[in-house]
């Protein structure tokens, strides 16, 4: 009867049944959006307490849990360089209830043996929180003061420059042999056991460059006892304005930091990654965090989950390539 039905001697509308259950459904998972987080949130870390990874987790926990209304908890699980706090994430619950703190070495699975998870497939970006560029610097002494001046000196001295680290594996040093790769040059590797003796040992000779965290390089570039050549990033440093990239200075597409993540178990709901990703956005664009991440050495990303997931790629790629070309085994 033209959608209509006969009630009590009156033409009364039918009820429609599939847009009852559509407009349901529709008001359900905005209510099930909206109950996200009904309870506190484990935030893990991979590496002891009062770290770099530690304080900015602590912070920004802080400031999650006001925007949220609920407790982050951080949870501390040093050990295998980041990784078995790393597979714990992924294998929890993946719900938005559980999220990792990670750095850089979590896109060098090449550097360990039997790694139990694909941090491409068993983990899901939130967001990439800061990245922390290096920087280049040369003992006085030598006649170096642009980055070209570096590989032209290389080159006409294969295997006679030293380039010093913080070890085997670390950062400074997948820095550096990939500088070698990509301008073709051999400087030579010697490794320190931490960031503070490689730099005693390029101030008294040892050796001639290395790529320095900017905090620990600082001072000493300010005194003199320096030479700042290039920073590791496309983009310039905040603490060294002056100084220019390695991009800028002749090696087009050198980008390599360390970096702070915020990532989820793989399949956690999109709107809770969603959500959880819009607030640390905001958050990392608060001047108290800005003003501590600038001060260890980092620039504020604030990246959204999908540029997050390119820059993970691009990051899991770039160091496979590095460790690669640097000839190093898993152990």
């Not at 294969?158 to 400087?187: C, D, F, W």
């Amino acid at each position: 009867m033209d959608g209509k039905s006969i009630k009590g001697g009156k033409m009364a509308p039918v009820f429609n049944v599939a847009t009852a259950l559509v407009v349901l459904l529709g008001v359900a998972s905005v209510v099930s959006a909206q109950e996200f987080p009904t309870k506190p949130i484990r935030l893990v870390v991979g590496f002891q307490a009062g770290g770099g990874v530690d304080k900015s987790a602590r912070f920004i926990g802080k400031y999650l849990s006001e925007a949220l209304g609920q407790s982050i908890v951080v949870d501390n699980r040093p050990g295998a360089a980041g990784n078995i706090a790393a597979n714990s994430v992924a294998r929890a619950p993946a719900d938005g209830y559980t999220l990792l703190m990670a750095n850089a070495t979590l896109a060098m699975p090449g550097l360990f043996k039997n790694m139990p998870f694909d941090a491409a497939k068993d983990l899901e970006p939130v967001s990439l929180l800061a990245i922390g560029p290096s920087v280049l610097v040369a003992h006085p002494s030598m006649p170096i003061k642009r980055l070209k001046d570096l590989i032209s000196l290389a080159k006409a001295k294969p295997k006679q420059l030293l380039y010093g680290s913080g070890g085997v594996g670390n950062i400074t040093h997948l820095e550096m042999e990939l500088l070698n790769a990509v301008t073709r040059t051999q400087m030579v590797h010697v490794p320190y056991k931490g960031s503070a003796p490689s730099i005693v040992g390029l101030l008294t000779g040892e050796v001639h460059v290395l790529f320095s965290s900017i905090p620990a390089a600082l001072g000493q570039v300010k005194a003199g006892t320096m030479r700042p050549i290039a920073v590791s990033t496309k983009k310039r440093s905040s603490a060294l304005p002056d100084v220019p990239t390695v991009d800028e200075s002749g090696v087009p597409g050198y980008d390599a930091a360390s970096w702070y993540f915020v990532l989820a178990p793989a399949g956690t709901p999109k709107n809770n990654i969603e959500l959880l990703s819009k607030e640390i956005v905001k958050i990392v664009n608060v001047p108290e965090i800005k003003t501590t991440l600038v001060a260890d050495g980092f620039e504020p990303a604030g990246f959204t989950p999908e540029e997050s997931a390119r820059f993970l790629q691009e990051e899991l790629k770039k160091w496979a390539n590095a460790i690669r070309t640097a000839g190093l085994k898993p152990e």
